[in-house]
């Protein structure tokens, strides 16, 4: 864990976490990703039914398909957890779909205290299920 000065896409993980719904756990994730050269911010809506929740990091993916931002490059998610958190496995195999090469992804948690961790998508969803496998 290290910290420096914030990127771009740190500060607007952080803002992005400002918008989360989450009444339930009350645990607000933002993230922020780079996709086709573009930036996308997602924030973590939760849901009386509550399996119907929508993480920050899938929110973000979405936002960059819409704007046919295929080409996933980095990630970001800020959290208030201790050591940050890492994305979910749902998370983790739904950014791994619009990955080109898993080990050039980065991603990277960060928190309040401006502590980070950083890994690649390949290291934290390896020997991945993808199209590939299908017929
Ligand atoms: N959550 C995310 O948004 N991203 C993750 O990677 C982990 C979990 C959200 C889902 C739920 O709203 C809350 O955090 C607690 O699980």
Known sequence: MSEMNPSELETRAKAAQQKAY????????????????????????E????????????AAMVAAVLADARE????????DAWPPSSPCGACRQFLSEFAADATKVKVT?????GERRS???????PDSFSGRELP
């Open 22 to 45: 989450a009444p339930y756990s009350k645990f607000k994730v933002g993230a922020t990703l780079r996709s086709s050269g573009q930036l996308f911010d997602g924030a973590n809506i």
């Open 47 to 58: 849901n009386a039914s509550y399996s119907m929740t929508i993480c920050a990091e899938r």
């Open 72 to 79: 996933l490059e980095e990630v970001v998610v800020f959290t």
């Open 109 to 113: 948690a960060i928190n309040a205290r």
């Open 119 to 125: 890994w690649t998508l390949a290291e934290l969803l």
